[in-house]
């Protein structure tokens, strides 16, 4: 088993920054692919930027050029830098952890908000 733990989550106006974090514990050996998934009210989730254990990354378009995601492989931790925040960024921001076969560990979950 593997446990996600986020922090970072809050309320900032439009235009301002926040940085997410992921720690992860247990049976880390069995991850391949960290990332983040948000989901807002009434929307499908949606995987928001990915990074393997090699430190090739993915970021979904409407992100690109203002979220970074980057890893402390020391603390097991990975981070995500969210710039220049807008209202449509407002969602419940979700770490996974992917194994060899799906996403098959997540955190509770940490909310952000964007007021414009």
């Known amino acids: 088993q593997v446990q996600l733990v986020e922090s970072g989550g809050g309320l900032v106006q439009a235009g301002g920054s926040l940085r997410l974090s992921c720690a992860a514990s247990?049976?880390?050996?069995?991850?391949?692919?960290m990332g983040w998934y948000r989901q807002a009210p009434g929307k499908q989730r949606e995987l928001v930027a990915r990074?393997?254990?090699?430190?090739?990354?993915n970021y979904v378009d409407s992100v690109k050029g203002r979220f970074t995601l980057s890893r402390d492989n020391a603390k097991n931790t990975v981070y995500l830098q969210m710039n220049g925040l807008k209202p449509e960024d407002t969602a419940t921001y979700y770490c996974?952890?992917?194994?060899?076969?799906?996403?098959?560990?997540w955190g509770r979950g940490t909310q952000v908000t964007v007021s414009s």
């Open positions: 996974a952890a992917r194994t060899e076969s799906s996403w098959a560990f």
């Open positions: 247990g049976s880390i050996f069995s991850i391949n692919t």
């Open positions: 990074i393997t254990n090699g430190g090739s990354r």
